[in-house]
């Protein structure tokens, strides 16, 4: 039997329903596009969230039943609700694995979870972009070579505000010159954080097959290996061996006096 992995895609899905030109790349938005493919692999079960349903799509019950959120935002973080940030803030601490891709890097969960500004540089005239393969035989870049190349994106340029990534699975190189962080990976609590660079609206990155094949080996690594809330480890105990309290006076001399 094979164990199913339940990934949660939440999207703003605003771009998609203003701009006409991404409209066409992702008619049903990037969400759908991204479900369809992670989809297609027999051990991953698939649900999508937007921020303009009740809760942003994201309720107790939604969570509950998440073992991977996949997060893109870009035009409106700030309408995100403190209160859906602080309940997906305690997920990840219990165990649920978060990939945040491309402009979610100014999302509030990220930088909630990350505590930096998260800021970086940028341009957007559809520019080269290799991302190399720093770690041959990470999980997340089973199947992909010496590296990625993208021939239209937008740049991402450091100084990227991270704190340093625990590991450090692409590097991106531009066109222009710049180079840039494109894959990171950090844990906080018991939950497993991705960050990936690419996925700019107005390009069809979500179509790209290593594109694919990265997103969907880092729900298999972020899957949560335990489920365990932060709540539960802040607690007074009992000893475990047969002690009893001492009562010590040390004084004005910080010496213990018998
Ligand atoms: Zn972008």
């Not at 969230?49 to 700030?78: R, S, Y």
């Not at 990220?110 to 290799?130: D, H, V, Y």
């Not at 298999?220 to 539960?232: D, L």
Request: negative net charge; aromatic residues 10%.
């Amino acid at each position: 039997m094979i164990d199913t992995i339940k990934v949660t895609i939440w999207n703003e899905y605003r771009h998609e329903i203003k701009n006409e030109a991404v409209r066409k790349l992702y008619p049903d938005g990037m969400h759908k596009v991204i479900a369809d493919f992670l989809g297609a692999s027999e051990d991953i079960q698939t649900c999508t969230a937007t921020l303009d349903e009740p809760e942003h799509g994201l309720t107790e019950d939604v969570l509950n039943n998440t073992d991977v959120l996949i997060w893109w935002g870009h035009i409106a973080h700030n309408e995100v609700d403190e209160k859906i940030v602080d309940r997906v803030q305690q997920r990840i601490l219990a165990g649920m694995g978060l990939i945040v891709l491309h402009s979610g890097h100014f999302a509030k969960i990220f930088k909630r979870m990350l505590g930096t500004n998260c800021s970086l540089r940028w341009r957007e005239i559809a520019e080269k972009e290799r991302l190399w393969n720093l770690e041959p035989g990470h999980p997340i870049t089973d199947g992909i070579g010496d590296y990625i190349e993208l021939p239209n994106t937008e740049m991402y340029g450091e100084r990227f505000d991270i704190p340093t990534p625990d590991k450090l699975i692409f590097v991106s190189w531009f066109e222009g010159g710049e180079v840039f962080r494109s894959g990171c990976c950090w844990e906080r609590g018991h939950g497993r954080i991705f960050y990936f660079r690419p996925g700019h609206e107005t390009y069809p990155i979500f179509y790209n097959e290593e594109i694919r094949k990265v997103i969907t080996n880092a729900v298999r690594w972020a899957k949560p290996r335990v489920n365990q809330g932060t709540e539960k480890g802040h607690h007074i105990v009992d000893p475990i061996e047969n002690i009893t309290e001492k009562h010590v006076d040390f004084g004005s001399t910080g010496v213990e006096q018998t």
